[in-house]
């Protein structure tokens, strides 16, 4: 016969493995919740208006389409595993860490609570073409989320469903419509080139003034790094010294810091970034098949970077780099080095008079004063 303390045991046993049970079906029936909501178009929801649920896996992603408010439309399509611009540009190159935070803006979507039904609220939700942001993200083809948000109110982030008939208006969390909010140049890998300046050893420019070439004095170069070790912590040492050539003649005067500051102007930072891009623009509008356009040369002990200046367009300038199709948009630092001519890098001469002549000068030119008259006698 069992005793008191076995008894006691065996409820205990039993009590244990009815919650382990129900423990294990709840996690069952949470998971195939989950697994019915993962990358799937959503379905409208109940009678009762129950909150759409969505949940987006970012690496099941293979394709995002977004039109927000006036900008042209992106679609960005992923391809043996790599990502890349359909329109508006097909073929442009794009940075993936901008691809990476659209996708990841779309992980934590949830829906609260309904604000307003019907397309007559679209406009004062800025939910409406022109106003809103529309993102549809796929998987092989079927829209997993497609979805509108507009603005940020009171109770939050405003959203709705673009597959949503009834025309159900959100307030969301876990995403905001700042991420989306993207033209396409938001989105596109506007790195021109890599250049170390260290690695340039000669620099050759070609403008509608003339003809210039600059070489580097490596031995100075060479000194100048030397004494940099001796310097403060805040005096890099004296710079490269350089020669230069104008129109094949030797330039007299040479100021080396202006040859330094044209490498800095395209290797700041060791790279070249855009500003933009002349997406369409003919090189009549840009300028660039001009006879006259500023071509420069950056040659470096491996090879050399070649791009050519063409128009402005307000403070940018038209440019492509050799070997590459794309037309850029430069910022005002690079595009500054376009038909600058020699006195761009040669100081004028002091006065040959110097300050001493130019105080003598008026004091010479005064007329000399009469002698007083002789006394009567």
């Given at each position: 016969?069992?005793?008191?303390?076995?008894s006691?045991?065996?409820n205990q046993?039993?009590?244990?493995?009815?919650?382990?049970?129900?423990v294990?079906?709840?996690?069952?029936?949470q998971?195939?919740k989950?697994?019915a909501?993962?990358?799937?178009a959503?379905?409208q929801?109940s009678?009762e208006?129950?909150?759409?649920?969505?949940?987006?896996?970012p690496?099941e992603?293979?394709?995002?389409t977004?039109?927000?408010?006036?900008k042209?439309?992106?679609?960005?399509?992923?391809k043996?595993?790599?990502w890349?611009?359909?329109?508006?540009?097909?073929g442009?190159?794009?940075?993936?860490?901008?691809?990476d935070d659209?996708?990841?803006?779309?992980k934590?979507l949830?829906?609260?609570?309904r604000i307003?039904?019907?397309?007559?609220?679209?406009?004062?939700?800025?939910?409406d073409?022109?106003k809103?942001?529309h993102?549809v993200?796929?998987?092989?083809?079927?829209?997993?989320v497609?979805?509108w948000?507009?603005?940020?109110?009171s109770?939050?982030?405003?959203a709705r469903?673009g597959?949503?008939?009834?025309g159900?208006?959100?307030?969301?969390?876990?995403?905001?419509?700042?991420t989306?909010?993207?033209?396409?140049?938001?989105?596109?890998?506007?790195k021109?080139?890599?250049?170390?300046r260290?690695?340039?050893?000669?620099i050759?420019?070609?403008?509608?003034?003339?003809?210039?070439?600059?070489?580097?004095n490596?031995a100075?170069?060479?000194?100048?790094?030397?004494g940099?070790?001796?310097a403060g912590?805040?005096d890099?040492?004296?710079k490269?010294?350089?020669?230069?050539?104008?129109?094949?003649?030797?330039?007299?005067?040479?100021?080396?810091?202006?040859?330094?500051?044209?490498?800095?102007?395209?290797?700041?930072?060791?790279?070249?970034?855009?500003?933009?891009?002349?997406?369409g623009?003919?090189d009549?509008?840009t300028?660039l098949a001009?006879p006259?356009?500023?071509?420069?040369?950056?040659?470096?002990k491996?090879?050399q970077?070649k791009?050519?200046?063409?128009?402005?367009?307000?403070?940018?300038?038209y440019?492509?780099?050799?070997?590459d199709?794309?037309?850029?948009?430069l910022?005002?630092?690079?595009?500054?080095?376009?038909d600058?001519?020699?006195?761009?890098?040669?100081?004028?001469?002091?006065?040959a008079?110097?300050d001493?002549g130019?105080d003598?000068?008026?004091?010479?030119?005064?007329?000399?004063t009469?002698?007083?008259?002789?006394?009567?006698?």
């Amino acid at each position: 016969m069992a005793t008191p303390s076995s008894s006691s045991k065996m409820n205990q046993i039993y009590i244990a493995v009815g919650a382990l049970a129900v423990v294990g079906g709840l996690y069952w029936m949470q998971t195939k919740k989950d697994a019915a909501t993962t990358n799937t178009a959503f379905t409208q929801g109940s009678k009762e208006g129950a909150a759409p649920q969505i949940k987006v896996v970012p690496e099941e992603i293979d394709k995002l389409t977004i039109k927000a408010k006036d900008k042209p439309e992106i679609v960005l399509e992923k391809k043996d595993g790599n990502w890349g611009m359909t329109a508006p540009t097909p073929g442009a190159k794009i940075q993936k860490s901008a691809v990476d935070d659209l996708l990841n803006g779309l992980k934590g979507l949830t829906f609260k609570d309904r604000i307003a039904t019907g397309p007559q609220n679209y406009a004062a939700y800025e939910l409406d073409d022109g106003k809103g942001i529309h993102v549809v993200a796929n998987k092989a083809g079927a829209a997993v989320v497609d979805l509108w948000l507009g603005a940020t109110k009171s109770r939050g982030q405003m959203a709705r469903l673009g597959a949503d008939a009834a025309g159900n208006i959100w307030t969301v969390s876990g995403i905001s419509a700042w991420t989306f909010d993207k033209g396409p140049k938001d989105v596109r890998d506007k790195k021109v080139w890599d250049l170390s300046r260290d690695n340039v050893t000669a620099i050759e420019l070609k403008d509608g003034k003339g003809t210039f070439s600059f070489a580097k004095n490596e031995a100075a170069a060479a000194a100048g790094d030397a004494g940099a070790s001796d310097a403060g912590a805040g005096d890099a040492g004296p710079k490269a010294a350089w020669s230069g050539m104008s129109d094949g003649k030797p330039m007299v005067g040479l100021d080396a810091a202006k040859v330094d500051d044209l490498l800095s102007a395209f290797s700041l930072g060791g790279v070249l970034n855009a500003d933009d891009f002349g997406d369409g623009k003919a090189d009549t509008e840009t300028g660039l098949a001009s006879p006259d356009a500023t071509v420069i040369v950056f040659k470096t002990k491996d090879g050399q970077q070649k791009i050519t200046l063409g128009k402005t367009e307000g403070t940018k300038r038209y440019a492509r780099k050799d070997g590459d199709a794309t037309t850029y948009l430069l910022a005002e630092g690079p595009s500054g080095w376009a038909d600058v001519g020699a006195d761009k890098f040669v100081p004028p001469a002091p006065a040959a008079t110097g300050d001493a002549g130019a105080d003598a000068a008026p004091d010479a030119a005064k007329p000399a004063t009469p002698a007083p008259p002789a006394p009567k006698k």
